[in-house]
């Protein structure tokens, strides 16, 4: 493959479907890239190559077009469990043999990913900097003399230096955004309980999110809208909808600290860049908002002066009492401290938490997100084995509150320093508006024109994404003959409807030809083990013209709730069981206008 193959997910995906690549043959250059890049310190362990293109090879067998990872190489810390593979947690003596995937790995699998290897990370994901780890220190691809950031040092790593196009980090405290900035990559750092974490070593179990790093938003988006969803098997796992990605919204208010309340650690260069990408999102359209920061710093200092400390202790609390040489010694130090709390400090930072998520509350709906730097600026691995706890404390300032606060995040590129050290910017909001965050980053990383990762990866073009429905509109999802196009579609169009998407449900869905005139489908929700997934189209309504629109339609059709393939949850078509006896099934199409147009009846 030569030096234009393509290097984004969505790229790569397209190129499989196309048939001008092969899932084998990215495979084999991920493996290829891997033993050339020469870094033994990314991955902890790798899966045998001829397994994993056994794998990619078995993909032919299946619809390409239903799977939106389709042959996708991925990298899985190795914090996260996935069958074949030991989980270590960077710590030798901790080393189990996982006897399944973790909900978050098989999710992916069966969207098309192929899991490679597992990756190096900061010790029981303690730590932001990359070096805590007995399998060594990756080497920043950026610059050499770096930190590679952590504690999702060798995820990181893999996406920047073009070993693999995703990968799967952990953020706790700033573990999947920090490593983010320091490697020139998108860093998605979800809302708590979005993904479920069953199958992950925790760190701190009422905080940890599994994340996702990439070259692009679109493609971390893709990733995650195939892991998201709620898991039994989770007790900390969430039903919220993802949403959609749309369009850059006309009006965008980004919260900004106030003036002095920064701190940059001397560094200007770092300052510099941030005041460069202000200007940036002023340019693209957004309204600046001060505000008081200094509530999210005391939450920040919470984290490793409050009780969740105890978390990171109960963890490792058998190994420390039958074998503290076999942890890290910085990490030994940290979470030792855990033993010491009592209930009664517990219970007062619970209280002074509450109270700073009020706080926090406040603060959003003065704005639609927050833009922070990702870090404050950027250390050597000289400098952090110099003074270990201290710098990683440093790198921590504007990510340690976050998970606190139950917010999300989107870690982006924001400009390359002069002296080659990347500077990146984080946007911040209150959980379940991911989509949100990534609506407005892919646009900000896009106008920045940086090359991506380690290896100048020019960004492919960005996509048009469609407008949201607005203020009064109510989304409705047409599976039918009110598809554009087709024989019932006027009808959408005389009440001022508006075409949001082109779309699909989830695979829990069936589809069938009534006996109708005109000849309309109805859709009914089934067991997942026998559904599929059903094209369609999302149209916005005002609620004055929904409630005319449903008030038309003639049994035995209805509007119930459709789950999307994205996780999100709309107002759509459905049909009744009863109505189905004697219809014919034709969920093999995978949508009505197939069927229509395969059975040569004019559309």
Known sequence: MGSDAPETASAIVAAHRAGTLTPAQTVARSYKRIRDHNDPAIFISLRDENDALSEAEALASKDAAVLPLFGIPVAVKDNIDAQGLPTTAACPAFSYSPAQDSTAVAKLRAAGAIIIGKTNLDQFATGLVGVRSPYGIPVNPIRGDLVPGGSSSGSAVAVSAGLVPLALGTDTAGSGRVPAMLNNIVGLKPSLGLISNAGLVPACRTLDCISVFS?????????????????????????????????????????????????????????????????????????LVEFDLEPFYETARLLYEGPWVAERYLVIRDLLASAPDAIHPVTREITAAGARLTAAETFAALYRLQALRRTAERSFAQFDAMVLPTAPTAYTTAQVLANPIELNSRLGTYTNFVNLLDLCGLALPAAMRDDGIPFGVTLLAPAGRDAELASIGRVFHANTKLKIGAHGVMPPPLASRPSAASGDEITIAVVGAHLSGMALNGELQALGARLLEATETAPDYKLYALDTTPPKPGMLRVDASSGSAIKLELWALSATAFGKFVAAIPPPLGIGTIGLADGRAVKGFLVEAAAINGARDISAFGGWRAFMENAGTKI
């Open 215 to 287: 070259l692009t938003v679109d493609d971390a988006m893709t990733a995650l809208a195939a892991m998201a969803g709620p898991d039994s098997a989770d007790p900390y796992s969430r039903n919220r909808p993802l949403g959609a990605v749309t369009a850059f919204p006309e009006k965008l208010r980004l919260g900004v600290p106030r003036n002095g309340q920064l701190i940059f650690f001397g560094d200007r260069a770092a300052e510099k860049a941030y005041d460069a990408a202000l200007k940036r999102w002023t340019q693209l359209g957004a309204t």
